[in-house]
């Protein structure tokens, strides 16, 4: 994953309500759950909850299916394993690093 796309998923997740929609898709798995279950588990409001959904939907980090007059909306897990991933790929490169003195500044 790319520093920019990552930026931009964090973005997304970076709001209350969007980071709350994501983590009931994941608690909800592979099937997902119909916009109608996702707005009655958070109590927002449908113009509200489609806004947040749309912006999931943009960076790719929800898919959505309808299924007659259902709209189905699912977490895409390789996107989510792939930020995941981004975030820890480094974890502890620094750990053995010597220290550098912080340089004072000109002041």
Same mark, same amino acid.
């Given at each position: 994953?790319?520093?920019?796309? #990552? #930026? ?9 309500? $969007?980071?709350?929609?994501? $983590?009931?898709l ?13 707005q009655a588990h958070?109590?927002?409001? #449908? ?9 999931? &939907?943009?960076?790719?980090l929800? &898919?959505?299916?309808?299924?007659? $007059? &259902? ?36 002041a």
């Open positions: 994953m790319k520093l920019e796309q #990552a #930026a931009l998923c964090l973005e997304k997740l970076g709001h209350p309500t $969007r980071l709350s929609i994501f $983590r009931l994941v608690r909800a798995g592979d099937e997902g759950l119909p916009v109608g279950r996702i958070l109590g927002v409001p #449908a113009s509200t909850l489609s806004h947040h959904v749309g912006h999931l &939907v943009s960076v790719g929800v &898919v959505q299916d309808r299924e007659g $007059r &259902v709209l189905r909306c699912r977490p895409n897990f390789p996107l989510m394993d792939s930020l995941i991933g981004f975030l820890t790929a480094e974890c502890c490169v620094l750990a053995d690093a010597p220290e550098r003195p912080e340089t004072e500044s000109a």
